[in-house]
């Protein structure tokens, strides 16, 4: 007779999937902390600035862009670290890494789940922006609780998403 496995074998796909993920988001937190990135993520925020002033340029509310600060005569918004979008797209791509699938299609999931997200945070900034500008009371709540919930929620839908499209092709368990 054999010997009681510790782990039911129905667990091990979800332990291997929770250490793949863990290992990339500790791999995430590490990257961070080299100065190198913090030179790169300056150049994608400067581009978060353009790119959102522009758009809110085209919603007719005239703006300067500065570097990574947006200002209007009313309100200036400065794009920081955090306000990138890099922390929610690579957890969305560690989440579709760690799934088992064919690498092809991680690959084409994490490159639209992470467009998808960039864009989102374009509809981020934006939207802070002319909550600043008109409603400055709920700017703090929607900077620091509104849209961080929604990356979250954003990324498990677009994951959940690119499973159902996995599975769709038979490519998935």
Known sequence: MAPASKTPAGRAPVLLFALKFGALMALYYAVVLLPFFDRMLYDTLRANARASGAIIGMLGRANVVSEVTIRSGAFAVAIRRGCDAVEPAWFYCSAVLAFPAPLRLKLAGMLAGSAVIL??????????????LDHPGLFEAAHL??????????????WAGWIRWVRSRGRAP
């Open 119 to 132: 864009c989102l945070n374009l509809v981020r900034i934006v939207s802070l922006f002319f909550i600043g």
């Open 145 to 158: 609780e509104v849209w961080p919930a929604a990356f979250i929620v954003a990324a498990l839908l677009l």
